[in-house]
């Protein structure tokens, strides 16, 4: 089926089809191949290149922590949460004070994702069961709570910059098989890459995976999808359509949470590292379609690189690159790449 969708593409769309697979084809090049000289002084090394590339797709890692649980709860469930970032914050916070009275790195996961999806529990019941629907109320009760937790995290935790210690089996860098240059002698020069950011990356990839099955081939999934399309007639068949928004919600926070401890090991946790998270989870939802996984794993991707290169090859403009890729894809497909029309 997807063979025939993408012929089907490429039927339709010669052009764009040609483009991909030309752009697809410089990339491979550029990170398989050695450079030759003319390129190295056109655009700098490719160790720095490659680090871009590599630092833009783990990155992307994070933010599709970050937006996936923030695609299940306002794509699929159409709760306008904007206290999602502060759910990031909490969950680092926390996943930072576990390592350091337990010296367990794993655990910090299991706990920031309870803890915060407890809280998310709270919101869910407390909150958004009470306002459902008002999407203006929504938006302005969860801006206000953003900003009581905001004071009350840098009341309880301080204002410094703080960093998750990773375990020692996940410290340094490791040798890759892609290949920086050759030394006059013929001896090949290979990158080296942290080995944490690839793990919590294929991490990141599995989690994806398991969600996109779950909701796509599995009865609770099924539940999810027609309860936000119809609450009503989904509760006429005896569903118990609440309890299963509540655990959709418990489960979006928990992400939001683990996300929190991922970008405490490999960047750091800090008063206002909510409101970037959320400004990017937002971007990401609306690039890659609202309530769709693939999108917001696309939307990440896109995303990550975008400010990766952006931050190394246009400094002054690496801001405005993702809402200008945000801007181009509302222009041309409003629903975003992969939602429903």
């Known amino acids: 089926m997807e063979f025939g969708r993408s012929r089907t593409f490429t039927y339709r769309h010669p052009i764009w089809s040609a483009s991909i697979a030309l752009l697809v084809a410089a990339l491979l090049w550029l990170v398989f191949a050695i450079w030759p000289q003319g390129l ?12 871009a590339l590599f630092n833009g797709v783990t ?11 923030f695609t299940l709860i306002f794509g699929l469930m159409r709760n306008v949460n904007l ?11 926390v996943g930072f004070h576990t390592v350091n009275i337990t010296g367990y790195w794993l655990l910090a996961f299991p706990v920031a994702f309870i803890a915060v999806g407890a809280f998310g529990i709270l919101l869910q019941v407390f909150v958004f069961q009470r306002i459902q629907g008002e999407d203006l109320r929504q938006t302005l009760v969860t801006i206000g709570i953003s900003i009581v937790m905001a004071d009350l995290m840098l009341w309880e935790f301080g204002g410094n910059f703080v960093n998750i210690t990773p375990p020692n089996w996940l410290a340094g860098p490791v040798d890759t098989f892609l290949i920086l240059a050759q030394r006059s002698s013929g001896e090949l020069i290979m990158l080296k890459y942290p080995l944490v950011r690839i793990v919590i990356f294929a991490a990141a990839v599995l989690l994806g995976i398991a969600m996109w099955l779950a909701l796509n081939r599995t009865r609770i999934g099924m539940m999810i999808r027609a309860g936000v399309d119809d609450r009503d007639m989904l509760s006429a068949t005896g569903a118990r359509i609440q309890i299963v928004f509540i655990g959709v919600f418990a489960f979006g926070a928990g992400l939001a949470g683990m996300a929190g401890v991922v970008g405490g090991t490999f960047q750091s946790v800090a008063p206002g590292e ?4 959320l400004l990017a989870s937002l971007v990401v939802v609306i690039v890659g379609g609202m309530g769709s996984i693939p999108g917001a794993a696309l939307g990440a991707l896109l995303i990550g690189l975008a400010e990766q290169f952006g931050s190394v090859y246009f400094p002054t403009y690496a801001v405005v690159l993702t809402f ?17 029309a």
């Open 324 to 340: 200008v890729i945000m801007v181009v894809v509302l222009a041309f497909r409003p629903q975003g790449l992969m939602g429903k």
């Open 83 to 93: 206290a999602h970032g502060t759910l990031y914050l909490l969950g680092g916070y």
């Open 274 to 277: 909510d409101t970037r998270f």
């Open 40 to 51: 190295v002084q056109a655009i700098g090394g490719k160790k720095i290149f490659l680090n």
């Open 59 to 69: 990155l992307g890692g994070l933010y599709f922590l970050v937006a996936s649980g």
